[in-house]
């Protein structure tokens, strides 16, 4: 849960990647855990854009050609241009959302967020991903969507914030596994695995001398961010650099896989096996 008031000593998840993003709300220590995560990935600034990319990719193809009318975008950050709302209640203005995060930041800009269309729904709740059995019994999740129709659950640049002592995939799993089948899970993880040695050198290293979680991240493998949709149907292309999940122009110009060192994937909760 969040802490219920602003300790701007401490860095966050959803701050940082506002100062990413080229907002403006952020503190000093966002702004200097940022410059950490900056020695061994320079260009993560382009890395969060181009997650924020795939996110409208992905949530535009949920509703228009997936038929998708729930979300959860857990970790949702501060609004931006483009949130989920906004892209799925285009496509059809009874979607509903319901945003999550833990940044009391966040919480004071919740009414933008809630703003959306008189057909659909949106609600926001302020929880830790790390507590997937509150948000999925939140009233804010149960009263906003119907949990025996699809829904969509929205982990964008957020789990390699989730380290392996706080059972990733366990959560993963505790989010996805109430819902009914036809719903999807989104998610998103940056990798070493286009990184030169020396590069992941720094950042074992700058890892090693975080004494905050908060300044900690968790890279990912190609194999271990497939291990997240296990038991699942990935939607093609399948588990693949964030640029290369369906751009909207094939033949555009892409940064450099080193430049984003993120993967991203799209699964469908299959129909549980007839006995």
Known sequence: MGDGGFDVSRPHPARRYNYWLGGKDHFQADRDSAAMI???MPSVRIGALENRRFHGRVVRYLAAEAGVRQ????GCGL???DNTHEIAQDVDPTARVVYVDNDPLV??????????????RTAYLDADLREPDLIVGSSEVRSTLD????VAVLLVAVMHFILDTDDPYGLVSRLTGPLPAGSYLVLTNATTDFMPPERIAIFDAANARADRREDR???RSRAEVERFFAGLDLVPPGVCPVTAWRPADPDAPRPALADVSAFGGVARIPQPPSS
């Not at 979300?71 to 857990?74: E, Q």
């Not at 919480?107 to 659909?120: Q, S």
């Open 217 to 219: 991240v968790r890279l």
């Open 38 to 40: 900056e020695e061994f």
């Open 147 to 150: 949990l025996d129709r699809p």
């Open 107 to 120: 919480l004071v800009h919740a009414r933008a967020l809630l703003t959306g269309t008189r057909e659909g």
């Open 79 to 81: 609004p931006a241009p």
């Open 71 to 74: 979300f959860v975008d857990i």
